[in-house]
C-alpha cells in the first residue's frame, strides 16, 4: 500500500485580478478528480482578461474558537460576561503573550439555560489559524476557570465556534477571510466567450442561485458551485479542505450595467493560510511562489494575497458554469466532450 | 509545474464492522494534510474492535437533479405537475431507455409563482451518479418541453438538487446513501481507550453537539467534524470530494444502556461510488481492493458497502474527538504530540 | 378583569380574485393593533381590482403530526418502517375507522441513530386539522406499539411534525395550504396607485427579499411583512394564530412582463380552517359569511377559499409595503399620517 | 360588520418569578381561542410555586433596523463602513437628537456584492421600538446619504433587521430581550402537579426538542410551543404579535440536579413594550397594571419587567405540555376534557 495518492493538479490560464494586494495576472493550480472544472474555470479566467480583471475586496479577517463552560445558573453567565467585558484587556494580553502571531480581536457570547458559550475572535498572521485559536482559547478557558470558579469546564469547542460545519454565525460574526470580487463583463466578451447573453446570466442567478437555494432550504447560501472551486484550490495549496463546508455558503449578486453585466461573488469564509500544516509539502511550496505568495512581508500579507487569488478563481468557475447552464444542452455536451478528451 | 501533487494518505488500523453487506475488520485509507487525524480515527477503530464492532444500517439511497422550468402562472405548473404524475411510467420508461443503470425512484415539485422545481431521484447502481442523473434529467427536460410547449427552459439544475450546497431538502427527501452507525462501547473501553467516562461524552453531545450547534445557526447538524473523515475518505477512494458538503449535515446520538454508552452517528448524504471520474487512478483501486468493494455483483453493492466503511470511519474519527474534547487540554496535547512527531 | 378584549378589527375594501373556487371581489376583515396595516393592505386591494384581479392557485394541501418511538438499533427501525410501507392501505383503513374527515395521504420518516420519527399526512376536511391528526396519530401509534413491540414510545409530537415552529419540512413535505398569487400590474397602476415603477418594486425584491433575507440566515423565507397580513387575517377567522410562525416563511418573486409587473407571492403553509376551535364565535361566524366560506358543499371546499383569500390578502399587504419602501422617507411619512389620524 | 371582536382572554393563576426586576407572584393574561392553553399554563404556573419560584435573568436588550443601499463596487461599501467606524459619535449624537428615548448602541453590516447592509441596533426605553427604529434608521440613512454621495438609496429595510420573519441574526446579533428562566423542580412536585418524572422530561427534551428539531430543519429552535403562550401574552399586553416569529426561535434545555430537574427556557427575541401602539387600549391597560408593568421610575424598567413575565409564562406552558406528552395519550385525553368543559 502506497502512503501517499496522486490528485490531478492542473494550472488554469492567467486570472485577471486587481484589489488591495493583488494586481496581477495570476497563474492558478486546481487539484481535482473531476478534470472539467480545469476547462470550466478557464474560461472564466479568460474572461477576467478580456474584461479588464476582477477586482476583489477584502471586508474583513480573523479566526474563531468557541469555548462552552457551565454555571448554576444564567444569573452567574451573565456576571462573568460582564466582568470579562471590563477585563477584555487582560484578556488580549494574556492572548499575545503567548504567541506571536495571535491576536485577540473580539468576544462574544451565548448563554442557554446555564450553559455558557464564549466566541473569541483572532488575528492569527499567515497561517489560516485552526491551531493557534485553539491553544489561544485553552489558555483563555484555564485562565477563565482559575479566575471564576464559578464556572466548570464543559468543552474547549462548543460548536458556536464553527468549524467545518454548517452555520450562520460564521457569515454573520465572520470567520476566515470575507472577499468580495466584482467583474463587469461587456456583451461582446459574454456573447463570444460566454455563449450566452447578459440578461440570462442575471435572470439565472435569481432563478437558481437565489429562489432555488431558498426553495432547498439553504442557508446563506446562494451559488451553482462555490465548493468545487474551493476544493480544488484548497488541495492544491495545502489547505485544510474540510473548511470547503463553510466556505460554500456565499452568493452571487448580478445587475445589468447598460448593456454590461456586472457580476459578483460573496465569500464570507475563506480559510487559507500560507504557513502551517500542509504548507511544507514541495508542491504546495512551488504553488505559494507561482501565485506570488511567498513573499517577506508584513504577517498576514501573504495569507490576503492567497484569499484574494482564491476568490477570484471561485468566480471564474461559477461565472463560466451559470453560463452554461443558461443553455439547454450545453452543459450536458461539455461534459461528454471533456471527458472524451 | 508538476501535475500532480501529494496528498498524504495513511491506511487506518481495521475497524470492525457488522452490517448489511459487510462483517469484517476492514483497513480503511484516509488522505488528508491534517496528519492528527489519522491517530484520533485509529483511536476510534480500537474501540470499535474492542466493542464488538460497529453496526451499520443503510436507511435510504437516491441520487437526485432538479430542473427548472417556467410558465405564465402556477396553474399551468400546476396542470403539468398533475399531467406527469398521470404518466409517471413513460418518465420511468424514458429514463431507463437511455442508461443501463439509472431508475428514476421518484420525483417532487416545488412552485414558486410561476417558477416550476422538478426534483427527480434515481438509482445510480455502483457510481455516484452525477453525471448519469444530469444526464438523465436533461433527456427528461427535453421531453417535457416537447410535450408541455407551455413551459420554457431555465436551467437543468435549479438548485433544488442540491449538489455540494447546505440545504435541507437533501436531508429530507434524500440524497446519497443515509448511513446510521452504531456501537455500544462499555464503560471499561471507554476508559482505558478514549480515557472518559460514558456520561461525559453523553454529556457534551448534547452542549456541544446539539446545543451548541444550534445557537451557531446550524442547519440539519449536530457533530464535531464529520467533514474531516469525509474529506479523507473521499480524497482516498477518488470521489468527488466536494459532496463533503451536504455529508457533514449529520447528527451523533447517544444514551446510557446501563454502564455502557450507545453512540449513534447519522450521516444522510454519503456521496460515494465505485465507478466514474477518479476510479481509476492506481492508488484508488488498490484502496477499492482493500476495503472489498471491488467484488462483481449486483450493481449497487460495492458502492452501499463503501458507504457502510464510510460512514464507520465518520464514526471511529467523531468518537475520538468527543471523548478528548470531555477533558481539559487534552486536546491541545494531542495535537501538540502528534506534530512533533 | 374583564374576560374577553377587545382587539381592533376592519374589512378591508374588496380585494379582486380568480381561482378555483373564488372568483369574485371579496371582503376581507384584519385584526390587528397596528392600524396603519388596514391602509396598506387596502392600498393593495385597490391594485388587485384595478389590475384584473388576483390569481389564485392551491398546489397543494395536507394536515401532519409526527410521532417519535425508539428501538434498540437502527436496524430495527427500517424494518419497522419497510413493514408499514407494506401495510399502508391498513393504516388508512385505520385512520378512516376513527374519523369522518380525517385521511391518511402519504407518511415520511427519519430515523437519527436509534430513533424513528414517523411524520403522517392527512386531509383533514373543513378542519384546520390540529386535534384531528393528534387524535390520528395517537391511534396510529398505539396500534405501532402494539404490533411492533420491539419499538418504545416516546412522544405522540416529536417536532418533526412541525407545529408553530421554524423548520423547512413544512415548505419541502407541506403542512397546511400551499397558495401561491399572481397579478399582472400595469404599470399604469403601479405608477398612479403605488407611486412608485414596475422596476424598482422588482428590484427591491431582489436584494431585500431574497439578498437580505439569505444574509439575515433566513430560511425558506424572502418576504417583507407576512406575518403581519396572516396574523391579523387569522385573528379575524378565528384561527390558532400561532401558526404564523411558518406562515411567515413564503417568497416573493416578480419579473417585467413588458411594460408591466408580475408580482407573485407563494404561502406554503397557511394553516386555516372553518370549523373547529374559534370558529363558534359569533365575529367569526358574519366574517365567514362576509367572505362566502360558510356554504355547504363538499368538505375542504370552505377551508380551500379561506384560504386563498387569505394568500391575496397577504399578496395585497406585500405588495403595498413593498412599493413604499422603494421610495426614500415614504414609509415613516405613511406611519405618521395614519397614527395621527 | 362589527369594528371591534372578541378573542377570550383569561388570566393564569400566579406564577412565582425571581429575578431582577420581578420577585412576586404575578398574575398573568392571556389571550387565545385555544382554551385548553389556559390549563395547561396553569399547570406550569403551579409548578413554579411548588418548586420556590422561576429565576429570571436578562441578558441582552436591543431593537434593530437594517437599511440597505447600493454603491458601484464593494470597495466604496467598505470605505463607507469604514469612515462611519470612525464617526460613530456624530452616529449617536444623530440618533440621541431626534429621540427622547432611542440610543444607538451597536452597528453591524454586511457586504453582498456592491450593495451595503448597515444593522442599527438601539435601546428604545419602554417601547417594543419598532416605530422609533424605523424612524432613526430613516434620519441615520439620509444623513449617510448625504455624507457619502457615492452610496445610493435601496430601502430603510433590507431584511437583514430581521423583523417578523424567521432568521439567525436577530438570535446571534440580538432583537428584542434576550431572557433565560430557570427553575429546579423537586421530583416530588414533577410526580404530583406534572404526573411523570424528572428523567423523562430529560429525555424528551433531547429526543423531540433538540433533535426532532433539528431533523425538520429548524433554525435556532428548539421547544414545543413557545409561541402559543407568545401569542397569548402578547395579544393580552397590546404588543406586535406578529413578532411571536422570532419569539419561537429558542430553546429548552434541561439536566437532572440529583434526583430533581433542572428546567430551562432561553428566548433571545422577546419584543414587547408598555407603551406605544395598542396600548392605550383599556384591556392591556389593566393587564399592564395587573402585572405591576405601569410604575413610574426609569425608562426600560417596565419593559424589561414585562419580559421577564412574558419568558416566565412561556415557561410554564411548555413545562407543563413536556409533561403531558411523556405519557401516552395523556395529550389527547386533556384536550379532549377541556374542549368538553
Known amino acids: 500500500m502506497n502512503m501517499f495518492a496522486s490528485v490531478p493538479m492542473k494550472v488554469i490560464g492567467p486570472v485577471a485580478i486587481r484589489g488591495l494586494e493583488v494586481n496581477d495576472e495570476v497563474i492558478v493550480p486546481l487539484a481535482t478528480y473531476e478534470t472539467p472544472l480545469w476547462a470550466t474555470t478557464n474560461r472564466g479566467a479568460k474572461v477576467s482578461r478580456q474584461a479588464g480583471g476582477i477586482l476583489a475586496t477584502i471586508i474583513d479577517e480573523r479566526m474563531t474558537r468557541s469555548i462552552v463552560l457551565q454555571a448554576d445558573t444564567a444569573q452567574t453567565c451573565l456576571e462573568v460576561i460582564n466582568a470579562l467585558e471590563e477585563r477584555r484587556e487582560e484578556l488580549k494580553s494574556l492572548v499575545s503573550s503567548s504567541s506571536r502571531f495571535a491576536k485577540l480581536l473580539d468576544i462574544n457570547h451565548q448563554v442557554a439555560g446555564n450553559l455558557l458559550f464564549i466566541r473569541f475572535e483572532f488575528l492569527?498572521?499567515?497561517?489560516?489559524?485552526?491551531?493557534?485559536?485553539?491553544?489561544?482559547?485553552?489558555?483563555?478557558?484555564?485562565?477563565?476557570?482559575?479566575?471564576?470558579?464559578?464556572?466548570?469546564?464543559?468543552?474547549?469547542?462548543?460548536?458556536?465556534?464553527?468549524?467545518?460545519?454548517?452555520?450562520?454565525?460564521?457569515?454573520?460574526?465572520?470567520?476566515?477571510?470575507?472577499?468580495?470580487?466584482?467583474?463587469?463583463?461587456?456583451?461582446?466578451?459574454?456573447?463570444?466567450?460566454?455563449?450566452?447573453?447578459?440578461?440570462?446570466?442575471?435572470?439565472?442567478?435569481?432563478?437558481?442561485?437565489?429562489?432555488?437555494?431558498?426553495?432547498?432550504?439553504?442557508?446563506?447560501?446562494?451559488?451553482?458551485?462555490?465548493?468545487?472551486?474551493?476544493?480544488?484550490?484548497?488541495?492544491?495549496?495545502?489547505?485544510?479542505?474540510?473548511?470547503?463546508?463553510?466556505?460554500?455558503?456565499?452568493?452571487?449578486?448580478?445587475?445589468?450595467?447598460?448593456?454590461?453585466?456586472?457580476?459578483?461573488?460573496?465569500?464570507?469564509?475563506?480559510?487559507?493560510?500560507?504557513?502551517?500544516?500542509?504548507?511544507?509539502?514541495?508542491?504546495?511550496?512551488?504553488?505559494?511562489?507561482?501565485?506570488?505568495?511567498d513573499v517577506h512581508g508584513e504577517p498576514g500579507q501573504n495569507a490576503r494575497r492567497l484569499a484574494i487569488i482564491c476568490a477570484a478563481t471561485v468566480m471564474c468557475g461559477e461565472l463560466s458554469l451559470m453560463a452554461a447552464q443558461t443553455n439547454h444542452g450545453e452543459l450536458m455536451r461539455a461534459h461528454i466532450a471533456m471527458e472524451r478528451r
Chains 1, 2, 3, 4 share one sequence.
Open 124 to 293: 492569527t498572521g499567515d497561517a489560516s489559524g485552526h491551531n493557534m485559536v485553539t491553544q489561544a482559547a485553552d489558555n483563555l478557558m484555564t485562565w477563565i476557570l482559575q479566575n471564576y470558579q464559578q464556572l466548570k469546564h464543559v468543552s474547549v469547542s462548543g460548536n458556536y465556534c464553527v468549524d467545518k460545519k454548517v452555520s450562520a454565525v460564521n457569515g454573520i460574526l465572520g470567520r476566515g477571510k470575507y472577499v468580495v470580487t466584482e467583474m463587469v463583463i461587456p456583451r461582446e466578451v459574454c456573447r463570444a466567450t460566454l455563449k450566452t447573453e447578459p440578461e440570462k446570466i442575471a435572470e439565472l442567478n435569481i432563478k437558481k442561485n437565489l429562489i432555488g437555494s431558498i426553495l432547498a432550504g439553504g442557508l446563506r447560501t446562494a451559488n451553482a458551485h462555490f465548493a468545487n472551486m474551493l476544493l480544488g484550490f484548497y488541495l492544491a495549496t495545502g489547505q485544510d479542505a474540510a473548511n470547503i463546508v463553510e466556505g460554500s455558503q456565499g452568493l452571487v449578486h448580478t445587475e445589468m450595467r447598460g448593456d454590461d453585466l456586472y457580476f459578483s461573488v460573496t465569500v464570507p469564509n475563506i480559510i487559507v493560510g500560507t504557513v502551517g500544516n500542509g504548507k511544507d509539502l514541495p508542491f504546495v511550496q512551488e504553488n505559494m511562489a507561482l501565485m506570488g505568495c
